[in-house]
């Protein structure tokens, strides 16, 4: 289902981006008809930004974000009307996590970031379940994205696109070691496409 409010946002996104961050779009043929959880590295505020564009018009997708953002006057508005989903994070926020799982299963995208948080080239993050959750709940393949971590304005900035895959688990439901386990093979999956960035 096409989000108007979407459509109108996306073009505007674009052109700021396209002149002063420019991107090269790596791969974005992985990226699958229907539902998918899209999941990258995350360094600075603007990699959202980045893999929407990379992705192309065509290509609406929901991404996950802090809540604080939807609370900002007007803009806040305007990105929940898009489809961002804000999240608390910290705490179980069910109605984030119910929002998720129903754009998925209407056959939607989903943009997060496993690491939960920016992390700085060079550093790492223990990997959040939550994606893992999400895919096998609905389904639905992990594709994992790269975002070149060094960033230089008019500059351009190479985003990578995996193979989408699907989470293998035994029995009838995952574990939370098999969430943790899943979670952590992504990130694996994600830094390894830094090699394609340059």
């Not at 992705?55 to 996950?64: S, Y």
């Not at 995996?162 to 994600?190: C, H, M, N, T």
Request: aromatic share 8%; glycine share 10%.
């Amino acid at each position: 289902m096409r989000n108007k409010v979407y459509a109108v946002l996306y073009p505007i996104i674009w052109v700021f981006m396209r002149i002063l961050h420019p991107w090269n779009a790596v791969g974005a043929d992985n990226i699958p008809e229907g539902a998918a959880v899209i999941c990258g590295n995350h360094t600075t505020l603007g990699d959202p930004l980045y893999v929407v564009c990379a992705m192309g018009r065509k290509r609406q997708t929901h991404v996950m974000a802090k809540a604080e953002i939807i609370k900002w006057p007007v803009v806040g508005f305007l990105l929940k009307k898009a489809g961002i989903i804000g999240v608390n994070r910290g705490k179980s926020d069910m109605g984030a996590v119910k929002e998720c799982l129903r754009a998925l299963k209407n056959g939607e995208k989903l943009l997060m970031f496993p690491e939960g948080t920016r992390v700085k080239d060079g550093e790492s993050a223990e990997a959040h379940t939550g994606a893992a959750m999400f895919a096998t709940r609905t389904g639905t393949p992990l594709v994992p994205v790269y975002i070149q971590p060094k960033k230089r304005r008019f500059r351009k900035t190479t985003v990578v696109f995996g193979s989408p895959y699907y989470p293998e688990f035994e029995g009838r439901k995952p574990s939370a070691d098999d969430y943790q386990r899943i979670a952590d093979d992504l990130l694996v999956r994600v830094r390894a496409l830094g090699e394609k960035a340059g």
